[in-house]
């Protein structure tokens, strides 16, 4: 007997028209913390049946390890939208993104004293064509995924959006949170509930953004 595919539903189709317009819009899937901010929906689980639902029916893949490991599989051609075109990742050509250790203040962030050591990816394997790399110490984001351990891929660039998530420079530490300007202070805020977050004046010469997180990577232990 044949098995009939049940339609989506009215908001399983709005999750993934705006999982669509994401990637169209920034080359960058949400995470499901910014599915949840975006519907008002208060539970990730409610969230990652949504899309579960959507795996199933064929119109989402996803990369559980990756915290925007999110594609939406387009139906004409079958290929996951945020996935850039297949030759990209078969091209040969390397970009070296190297990855930072302690980064002092007042120092050129890429200078070559910096560098832990140099990772090499496939061009086409992140959303932009610069990047630097940092390793994560502690569990302020997991909540969106970013685990103690991992390495984040981050744009060089000394302005970010509201609610971005960063790599800032505070002192002589840099440290991966969401970016929340509030008049004259800066609120730079982890993904964990049983964390607060760091307050910083806007005039302080001991904050800069480093840069605007686009990638997550972790290893299988």
Excluded at 52 to 64: M, N, V, Y
Aim: glycine residues 6%; proline residues 8%; aromatic residues 4%.
């Amino acid at each position: 007997m044949e098995t009939v595919q049940r339609p989506m539903t009215h908001r399983q189709r709005q999750v993934l028209d705006f999982i669509r317009d994401k990637v169209s819009d920034s080359h960058c899937p949400p995470t499901v913390r910014e599915i949840c901010d975006h519907f008002d929906i208060r539970s990730t689980n409610g969230v990652r049946v949504i899309l579960e639902a959507l795996e199933k029916k064929g119109h989402l893949k996803r990369s559980p390890r990756l915290s925007r490991g999110l594609s939406v599989v387009e139906p004409e051609s079958g290929t996951p939208a945020s996935l850039p075109p297949r030759r990209e990742f078969v091209d040969n050509e390397l970009v070296r993104i190297p990855l930072l250790g302690r980064v002092a203040a007042g120092q050129p962030l890429l200078a070559e004293e910096h560098w832990e050591e140099t990772l090499s990816l496939p061009k086409g394997m992140l959303p932009v064509s610069q990047a630097f790399a940092l390793r994560v110490t502690g569990e302020s984001m997991r909540e969106i995924g970013i685990m103690d351990g991992d390495i984040v891929f981050a744009h060089p660039q000394s302005e970010a959006q509201t609610g971005e998530t960063v790599v800032a420079l505070v002192g002589d530490e840099a440290t991966v949170k969401d970016y929340y300007p509030e008049r004259h202070r800066i609120r730079l805020q982890p993904r964990n509930e049983a964390m607060e977050p760091i307050w910083i004046s806007s005039r302080s010469p001991d904050f800069r953004i480093l840069g605007k997180v686009v990638g997550v990577f972790r290893s299988i232990r």
